[in-house]
């Protein structure tokens, strides 16, 4: 019996090795690792990603409240 690497294991292999990748050239250029804090504030910095945020929250709202079964 052979087993075979489907395309799907292909793509998330490539998706985790650039993260790995991406996280080691931040580290290397900067000295620190962008963390989850330094990204919430540059998240709610703008008014262009809180809108998004606001109109995310909207529609899940929209979709868990307002269907009618």
Do not use: D, K, N
Request: proline fraction near 4%; charge should be positive; hydrophobic fraction near 55%.
């Amino acid at each position: 019996m052979m087993s075979t690497i489907e395309p799907g294991t292909v793509v998330w292999l490539a998706l985790a090795g650039s993260v790995v990748v991406c996280l080691c050239v931040l580290a290397r250029s900067s000295g620190r690792v962008v963390g989850p804090r330094r990204l919430v504030r540059w998240l709610f910095g703008s008014w262009l990603s809180r809108c998004v945020i606001l109109a995310a929250w909207g529609a899940a709202g929209w979709h868990i409240f307002c269907q009618r079964p």
